[in-house]
């Protein structure tokens, strides 16, 4: 979503921080960029307004213009204030000391908000959490439907009366289950509508009167851009919500309702839909988001990632291989599949410092999971020997697993060469030596 934003601004950056010293008229100059570069992200112009005047101040200032290094300080302080921008910080939930969290969201017909309760279920019992959603959802046709099933995905029991039942009623009743079967978090699904409008606003204010959540949630969808700022206003306006949970972070739009949301509306963004996987759903981190527009990576949740599907016992087995030199292919079939389990891989290397470039060279060159399966089914096509000792493929046997694998025999060929130099960079890297880059090439 934030690439063109990104190229412009890591653009704008890379000239501020190849001049040696700056003047007022270079700190105008990029101020005009970034400027433009916001608001052809679609980011409010108030916003746009308020935000460049902040960072013209503070540019300007003789810590900045003095520095022996003043490209970097205005990059440093580029960062601060679009992390401030989106709301600084991330934000927990509120947790119930006692009984049931109750967690309500509300939002627009079409916004995501039912598929949003199953990822946030699911990303609540990765937690550790015992989660249940509550189908309170009765307008929309198969909206009951369509939780059960997301619900059975994200491993979280689903309270439904049908469609019949009022959902003020369907909610209070969802909350008493809820108590009785020692739950810790209920996600209880609203009715959207087309747009704001007193039937929306009125079921939701008698379902929040009667269960009283500890969190009411707007789900707002980041393709509608602008609208989906205008949308967050208007609920603001009609009822107290505490944060928001913004769908499509993954797509193509510009970026504004991120960016903007919070300046307008004063709640912050507390999730964000990244994918259409039930598991790509994330904590909000403006500071991390920040970084990652101006190409600078995201290593605090590359790690998470990490931790989540690596356990101490592997960790361990895979390091002592290493440096016994004992990692073979099947080591490394292993570690591709811990890969995708964190999730695309586009998305995985979005997250490593300085990969925006080769982020580019990747797609142009359709190096996606697909590439990730070709890989695979070479490796699952060699016999376990060939797979501990790769000096075993000769000629005959390359054309039997390009074969078997649906490949060529190129293909093969580049994946033992490579895999053979990563061997070597491995075995250098545990001995604490810098591997020789020209040797590794041979």
């Known amino acids: 979503m934030f690439d063109a934003l990104g190229d412009r601004l890591q653009a704008t950056l890379s000239d501020v921080r190849s001049r040696g010293k700056l003047t007022e008229g270079d700190v105008d100059k990029a101020m005009r960029e970034i400027r ?37 300080q205005v990059a440093k302080i580029v960062n601060e204030e679009l992390a401030a921008l989106m709301g600084g910080s991330g934000r927990e939930l509120a947790f119930a000391a006692s009984g049931p969290t109750v967690i309500l969201m509300a939002g627009l017909q079409g916004s995501g908000k039912t598929t949003a309760c199953a990822k946030l279920a699911r990303l609540l019992g990765q937690q550790g959490k015992n989660v249940a959603l509550a189908a309170c959802d009765t307008q929309r046709p198969a909206a009951v439907e369509q939780l059960v099933t997301m619900g059975k995905r994200a491993d979280a029991h689903v309270y439904e009366q049908g469609t019949e039942r009022n959902p003020v009623d369907i909610a209070e009743w969802s909350v008493g289950q809820a108590k009785r079967e020692g739950r810790d978090v209920l996600i209880v699904d609203t009715a959207g509508r087309l747009h704001v409008d007193e039937g929306l606003m009125d079921e939701l204010a008698a379902i929040r009167k009667r269960v009283k959540p500890h969190n009411v949630i707007l789900v707002v969808d980041a393709m509608t851009g602008q609208d989906a700022v205008n949308v967050a206003e208007a609920f603001g306006e009609r009822t107290e919500f505490d944060g928001v949970l913004i769908t499509k972070l993954d797509g193509d739009a510009r970026g504004g309702a991120a960016l903007s949301v919070k300046a307008v509306t004063g709640k912050p963004i507390l999730y964000a839909s990244v994918g259409e996987r039930i598991e790509q759903l994330e904590r909000f981190h403006p500071e991390r988001m920040a970084t990652r527009i101006l190409g600078m990576g995201d290593v605090m949740t590359l790690i998470e990632k990490a931790e989540e599907v690596h356990d101490q016992d592997s960790a361990a087995e895979l390091e002592r291989k290493i440096r016994k030199q004992q990692f073979t292919l099947e080591d490394f079939l292993d570690q591709l599949r811990q890969v995708r389990k964190m999730g695309p891989l586009q998305n995985v290397l979005g997250l490593m410092p300085g990969m925006g470039k080769a982020m580019k060279q990747l797609r142009s060159a359709d190096m996606d999971d697909r590439e990730l399966d070709r890989i695979e089914a070479i490796i699952l096509s060699m016999t376990p020997a060939e797979r501990a000792q790769p000096e075993l493929i000769d000629g005959s046997r390359r054309k039997r697993i390009a074969q078997g694998s649906g490949t060529t025999v190129p293909a093969v060929n580049q994946l033992v060469k490579q895999f053979g130099q990563m061997k070597k960079m491995m ?8 591997p020789d880059m020209a040797q590794l090439m041979r």
Request: with cysteine; aromatic share 4%; net charge neutral.
């Open 36 to 72: 433009l570069a916001l608001l052809e992200a679609d980011v409010n112009f108030k916003v746009v307004k308020q935000f460049t005047a902040t960072l013209k101040e503070r540019c300007l200032g003789a810590d900045v213009l003095e520095s022996l290094d003043p490209g970097q």
């Open 427 to 434: 075995a250098a890297v545990s001995k604490g030596k810098m």
